[in-house]
């Protein structure tokens, strides 16, 4: 089949229009609910409570030994039978962004796990509250750290989001097959997909080469 410029012009727009923003939305989404989320577990698996540190580590385990489709099934499928039930971006969000919240949980632990013993000591001897320390001491530290490989776990989320085509949601690939569907012609704008998805990812890599290079000056 030969490449129709025409054609592919002509679905341009639709592509970029419908599901590029959708696909930013998941994506900037899911990855602020992963950064919070990821962090609330970390800082859980480092509980004094051992049930507590033993829950936050079975959670991260189930799921990280699951596929992230069959979560997102299960989250779209199964969860309003027992009420819990959102429209399918929503759900789409909360499920991949709590999958890698599992991801980065472990960026976090490292980066906490980095600070010198010395600034604990220090705090400690200070009688600093808990809440300070981590707050004020630890964490300000600890951060900076992990951004450049966070921002690596962004750019694989981004690459996820066509999973949630499954359910509905009608990202770059969604719309682009919808497209090529009523034409039944799908080189140009899957190829026009494929190609938003490669500038997309570029793009992000820039920038986290660009944070990493300011994290290692500072």
């Known amino acids: 089949m030969n490449w129709d410029w025409n054609y ?16 930013i939305e998941a994506t900037v989404l899911g990855s602020i609910l992963a950064y919070v989320l990821g ?13 507590v540190s033993g829950l936050a580590w079975a959670f991260i385990e ?38 890698y919240a599992t991801y980065t949980a472990e960026v976090y632990r490292a980066g906490i796990e980095a600070v010198p013993p010395g600034q604990w000591e220090a705090a400690k001897a200070l009688s600093l509250p808990r809440a300070r320390t981590w707050l004020a001491v630890i964490l300000p530290q600890a951060i900076p750290r992990v951004l450049p490989a966070l ?8 690459k996820e989001t066509p999973i949630l ?19 039944f012609r799908y080189p140009e704008p899957i190829t026009i997909a494929g190609v938003l998805f490669l500038v997309l990812s570029y ?10 290079r300011r994290v290692a000056t500072h």
């Not at 921002?151 to 981004?158: A, F, K, P, R, T």
């Open 8 to 23: 592919a012009r002509q679905v341009f727009p639709e592509i970029v229009g419908n599901g590029l923003l959708v696909t």
């Open 39 to 51: 962090l609330g577990l970390a800082l859980l698996r480092r509980s004094p409570v051992r049930i």
């Open 62 to 99: 189930i799921i990280r030994s699951t596929p992230l489709i069959v979560q997102v099934f299960f989250a779209f499928f199964v969860l309003p039978d027992i009420g819990l039930k959102f429209d399918a971006l929503t759900t789409g969000v909360i499920v991949i962004g709590l999958h």
């Open 151 to 158: 921002g690596n776990y962004s750019i694989s989320l981004l």
């Open 165 to 183: 085509l499954t359910i509905g949601v009608l990202d770059i690939v969604g719309a682009a097959y919808q497209a090529g569907s009523r034409a």
């Open 203 to 212: 793009s992000a890599s820039l920038l986290v080469r660009r944070l990493e």
